[in-house]
C-alpha cells in the first residue's frame, strides 16, 4: 500500500465483456468489489472471519458510478482504492479503475456493516475502525 491508496490489479477476461469485446458495464462492480475485499485483506482483516466469528458483513448501501472509457479484452487495469471516511455504522470508498494513468471508471461507494442475523446496521468493529482511519 502507497499512503492511503491501495491498488489491486486487474486483467480484462473473456467472461467480462459483451460480444463487442467491450468490459461489460456491471462488470465493473465486480472489480471494485474484489479491490475493496483485498484492501481490507491487505489491512489483515477477512470478511469471511467476520462472518463465522461475528455474523458482520460489508454491504454495499450506495454507489454512485461514472463510464469515462471503455475497457477491453485483455487489458492489464489498475483498481486504485481509497478511504474516505469512517463513521459509526458506514464506510466511504473512492474507487479508480486506471489503464496505464488513464481513468476508465470512477466510483464513490457508501458501505454498511451490517449484522446478519438482525439485518440492521452495526457499529463498525473497532480494530477495524482503527486501522482504517489511520490511512485517511
Do not use: W
Not at 462488470?27 to 475485499?37: I, P
Not at 487495469?77 to 470512477?106: D, P, Y
Amino acid at each position: 500500500m502507497c499512503e492511503s491508496v491501495f491498488n489491486f490489479p486487474v486483467r480484462v477476461y473473456y467472461e467480462d465483456t459483451d460480444a463487442g469485446g467491450v468490459v461489460y458495464h456491471a462488470r465493473y462492480l465486480y472489480f471494485f468489489e474484489r479491490a475493496r475485499t483485498e484492501y481490507l485483506r491487505s489491512l489483515h482483516f477477512s470478511q469471511q472471519a467476520l462472518l463465522n466469528e461475528q455474523q458482520l458483513a460489508f454491504v454495499v448501501k450506495t454507489m454512485n458510478i461514472d463510464y469515462c472509457f471503455p475497457a477491453k479484452l485483455d487489458d492489464l487495469l489498475v483498481v486504485e482504492t481509497k478511504i474516505m471516511s469512517v463513521k459509526g455504522a458506514t464506510l466511504l470508498f473512492s474507487q479508480l479503475l486506471k489503464k496505464e494513468n488513464v481513468i476508465l471508471c470512477e466510483a464513490t461507494v457508501k458501505v454498511a456493516c451490517v449484522d446478519l442475523g438482525k439485518m440492521k446496521p452495526v457499529a463498525i468493529p473497532k480494530e477495524i475502525k482503527i486501522a482504517l482511519e489511520s490511512y485517511l
